[in-house]
């Protein structure tokens, strides 16, 4: 079946003038074939009938040469009629015995046929009896109708081998002539086939090209209607639908530059918002820090001397106590006061540890590296985790507002680390140059999939804090390899990061 599918791959001319020549070349071939088999069978028949008529003429007039034995004149006889009929290969004469009595060949004739035609040459013998029944002369009678009595005896045969050459030439002639006529016909209709292929392909080529071109996003297409019919419906529909994609073209441009403008004013919209929440968490921030600096100030200036001055009277109270007659009343008295002692010691001690956690007084006098080396030296003291810091930079010029929130982040990072990760040890990487300053934070623990599971509230708050001075924070995970939050601060007056 693949075999007659050839055509598939032919275009539409292709298929039109073949469409149009197969029953032309068809019948042309049939009439070529059954012409030039007439014509054969033709000559044939016109042989085979002058054979059998010459051999049969011959045959009645050659009977009294042949008994006679005047052979010349029936050689001349049979040599004028050789000469004039180039049809006639040869013609013999043949005696009882079968000897060639008379033989004479065409000297035009070129071809012969492989059989001859045979006529007989009969000789009749009249048996007339002259006398009666009684043995008396016969005397005929007006009323005797009695036929006399024949004898037939043949006396030799006539054998005519005709040419095909003359009658086969004058009949090629012929079918050349017809065939010269169908040929004609058969170019005339190839002419008419090429016609109407390409009457057919050239308005379908046309309206391809103006598909491609449409195709192509030129949509205002100018096909003229060249034919009829459905070619014709065909290229009228090509130039509607162009007419109406070039109107559509035309409303949807309108429409996406309509909401691309809404787009733009949206996003400059959201851009003016997004500066606005971080000039917003930015300034919160500083709000809050600064009354973390202004409670841990309250907290050490006034609260811790007044335990300060608590523990100084519970010990002055103690040393009275110890002055005065022993009691029991003496003995309850000295042990309040070193009750008091120690609870004003602890509470002297929970300020401590609230007023660095509020404002860690090394960040005033150490800067960033001492601030956060001391954390990690906290966390490192204090846990099963083993804790490592390492930095690169000169971290004493760093503005106040920068270091602040550096430090609450690593805070952040190093408390994620403690409650959830489980791990045995982690590294905190500080590195400043020119234009920002890195921080790392990794760690050996368990480790999340960041696509999967949701962002937490610390790391959602590193990540307002490092956007609220045009950072960025990366945190790379996957589950039981560890976790690495990578932040990115820009120094004033650098550009920021996108």
């Not at 390899?481 to 004033?492: E, F, M, Y």
Request: hydrophobic share 40%; aromatic share 6%; with cysteine.
């Amino acid at each position: 079946m693949k075999n007659l599918r050839f055509w598939r791959g032919w275009s539409i001319g292709l298929r039109m003038a073949f469409i149009t020549m197969l029953p032309v070349v068809f019948l042309f071939s049939s009439f070529v074939w059954y012409s030039w088999y007439s014509h054969r069978a033709q000559v044939a028949e016109e042989l085979a009938e002058r054979g059998r008529i010459l051999a049969r003429a011959l045959s009645e007039t050659s009977e009294y040469n042949v008994i006679s034995g005047n052979l010349s004149d029936l050689r001349l006889t049979i040599n004028g009629l050789v000469q004039s009929d180039k049809s006639i290969y040869r013609i013999d004469v043949v005696d009882a015995s079968g000897r060639n009595a008379v033989s004479v060949r065409s000297e035009n004739a070129m071809a012969a046929e492989p059989y001859y035609y045979e006529a007989p040459i009969k000789k009749q013998v009249v048996w007339i009896n002259l006398f009666s029944d009684n043995g008396t002369p016969h005397v005929s009678a007006p009323a005797d109708t009695r036929p006399p009595t024949l004898t037939t005896e043949v006396v030799g045969w006539v054998r005519v081998t005709m040419s095909p050459s003359n009658l086969l030439a004058k009949q090629g002639q012929r079918f050349r002539v017809t065939l010269a006529m169908a040929a004609l016909a058969l170019a005339a209709s190839g002419a008419l086939g090429f016609v109407l292929a390409r009457s057919l392909s050239q308005p379908l080529r046309e309206a391809i090209g103006a598909l491609r071109q449409i195709r192509g996003g030129d949509y205002r297409v100018h096909l003229p209607v060249t034919t009829g019919g459905e070619v014709g419906e065909l290229q009228a529909s090509i130039g509607e639908m162009s007419v109406a994609l070039d109107e559509s073209k035309k409303d949807l441009e309108n429409k996406v530059a309509e909401r691309t403008r809404d787009l733009v004013a949206s996003r400059n919209e959201a851009l003016r918002a997004d500066a606005d929440k971080r000039k917003l968490i930015q300034k919160v921030n500083s709000i809050i820090e600064d009354e973390r600096k202004g409670i841990a100030i309250e907290i050490h200036d006034e609260l811790n001397a007044s335990l300060i001055a608590v523990r100084l009277e519970a010990q002055s109270i103690g040393q009275l106590a110890a002055k005065a007659e022993p009691g029991p009343a003496v003995e309850e008295i000295r042990q309040k006061a070193q009750s008091i002692t120690k609870r004003a010691l602890d509470l002297y001690a929970s300020g401590r540890r609230l007023v660095r956690r509020l404002r860690p007084e090394v960040l005033d006098m150490l800067g960033l590296h001492g601030a956060v080396e001391e954390m990690v030296r906290h966390y490192d003291s204090g846990s099963g985790c083993r804790f490592e810091f390492t930095s690169t930079g000169d971290f004493s010029q760093l503005e106040n507002e920068l270091a602040i929130s550096a430090y609450r982040i690593v805070q952040e990072a190093l408390s994620n680390v403690m409650k959830h990760a489980q791990a045995s040890f982690a590294r905190v990487n500080l590195t400043l140059d020119e234009q920002m300053l890195h921080i790392e934070v990794e760690d050996d623990g368990l480790g999340f999939d960041p696509a999967s599971a949701s962002e937490g509230i610390g790391i959602i708050g590193m990540r307002e804090r490092a956007y609220a001075l045009h950072g960025t924070v990366n945190v790379c995970s996957s589950p039981d390899k560890g976790t690495l939050v990578a932040i990115a601060l820009p120094l004033p007056g650098a550009s920021a990061v996108s």
